[in-house]
C-alpha cells in the first residue's frame, strides 16, 4: 500500500506538472493577465476542477486521478539549512456541526457571531449565511452562471467574494446581501482574508500571497510562500489571525500557517482523517477555513463535506 501511495503520489505531481507546462503559455496572455509577475508554471493550475470521479466543471481540464496526501512542494528546493522546518500539527475536534453537502466551499468567513460562505461552480456558485449550528442556509445570493465564486471575507458591512477567472471581485451589502460594487485585479481568484494590518491578503493558486489595498483594492505588496525553503504553490482558501496566514492548499488535507512578513510556513497541519471512509467517498477537498476568536477555535470543512468541524490545532 505504501509503495502503491507513493507511486500515485509520484503519478500526481508529474500530471501537475506536465498540466502546467502544456497550457502555461496560452493562458499567459498579455491580455488575460496584464500586470501578472508570477511564473507561467504556477497560474493556469484549474484550481476548481476536481479529482477523481467527483465534480468537475465541463470544460475544464483534469489534471489528476488521486488526491496527494501530502504537500509536494518545487523540486527546487533551497539549501534545508537556509530553511527554519515548519512544525506539524493536527486539528483536535471539539464539535461538529452539519454541512450542506450540496455547497462547493470555495471561501468560509466568521464574523460577529455569524458564519458567511461561498460556493463555487458555474451555475451554483453563491454567497450564503449559514446557522453553524444545523447548516441551514439562512439568507443565499445567487451569482450570474457565467462566475464562479471563490474566496470571501466581510469588511466592516461589506462582504467581498472573488471569482476564480473573471479577474472580478464582487462587492455586497452584508445584511441584505445586495450587490454594491465590484473591484477588478489581474490574476485568478482563489482565497481572501483582511489581516491585522488591515490588508487584504489574497492568494491566486500560485505561491505568491498578494496585499491588497481594503479601500481601492489595489495591489500594494506581495510575498513568495516557501515551506521547508521550497515555494509552495496551489494556495487557496485563506484565514488571517493575528500576523500569520492560514490556508488550505489545494488537492491535500493540509493547512499552512504562513508568516505573511517572511513568507515562511511555520506550521504544516495535517487534517486527513476528519471524515469517516463513507463521508469522503461523496466528497471533495478539503477548503474553507474560518477562525473563531470568541472560542480560539477554527472552523474548517471541504468541498461538499457533509461536516463542518470546530477545531484547534495542535
Ligand atoms: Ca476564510
Not at 466543471?57 to 523540486?75: C, H, I, L, N, R
Not at 461589506?158 to 490574476?187: C, H, K, M
Not at 487534517?271 to 473563531?292: C, F, K, W
Request: hydrophobic share 35%.
Amino acid at each position: 500500500m505504501r509503495l502503491l501511495s507513493e507511486f500515485l503520489t509520484l503519478l500526481v505531481a508529474s500530471a501537475i506538472a506536465l498540466s502546467c507546462g502544456q497550457q502555461g503559455d496560452s493562458k499567459l496572455g498579455a491580455s488575460d493577465t496584464p500586470g501578472i509577475t508570477t511564473t507561467t508554471t504556477t497560474s493556469t493550475l484549474p484550481e476548481p476542477s476536481t479529482p477523481t470521479t467527483l465534480v468537475r466543471e465541463p470544460g475544464e481540464p483534469s489534471t489528476t486521478s488521486t488526491v496527494p496526501s501530502s504537500v509536494t512542494t518545487s523540486t527546487i528546493a533551497a539549501s534545508p539549512a537556509q530553511a527554519e522546518r515548519a512544525s506539524r500539527l493536527r486539528p483536535r475536534v471539539s464539535n461538529s456541526f452539519p454541512h450542506d453537502p450540496a455547497a462547493f466551499t470555495q471561501g468560509l468567513v466568521w464574523n460577529g457571531g455569524e458564519l458567511f460562505e461561498s460556493t463555487g461552480l458555474r451555475g451554483r456558485s453563491s454567497l450564503r449565511r449559514v446557522n453553524l449550528e444545523t447548516g441551514e442556509v439562512l439568507q443565499r445570493a445567487s451569482l450570474d452562471s457565467s462566475l464562479f465564486a471563490e474566496g470571501l471575507e466581510k469588511v466592516g458591512d461589506r462582504l467581498i467574494q472573488l471569482t476564480w477567472q473573471a479577474n472580478t471581485a464582487l462587492v455586497y451589502d452584508a445584511t441584505t446581501f445586495e450587490r454594491t460594487g465590484s473591484f477588478a485585479y489581474p490574476t485568478e481568484g482563489w482565497g481572501l482574508c483582511l489581516d491585522n494590518q488591515n490588508r487584504f491578503v489574497m492568494s491566486d493558486g500560485t505561491s505568491t500571497l498578494y496585499f491588497r489595498d481594503p479601500v481601492t483594492f489595489e495591489e500594494i505588496g506581495s510575498v513568495p510562500v516557501t515551506l521547508n525553503g521550497a515555494p509552495l504553490e496551489r494556495l487557496n482558501e485563506l484565514e488571517c489571525v493575528n500576523g500569520e496566514v492560514y490556508a488550505n492548499v489545494w488537492l491535500t488535507n493540509t493547512i499552512v500557517k504562513i508568516d505573511s512578513a517572511t513568507g515562511a510556513v511555520v506550521a504544516e497541519i495535517d487534517a486527513a482523517g476528519l471524515l469517516s471512509e463513507a463521508e469522503a467517498a461523496g466528497a471533495d477537498v478539503l477548503n474553507g477555513i474560518a477562525y473563531r476568536p470568541e472560542t480560539a477555535t477554527f472552523l474548517i470543512t471541504g468541498k461538499n463535506w457533509p461536516t463542518l468541524f470546530e477545531v484547534t490545532f495542535e
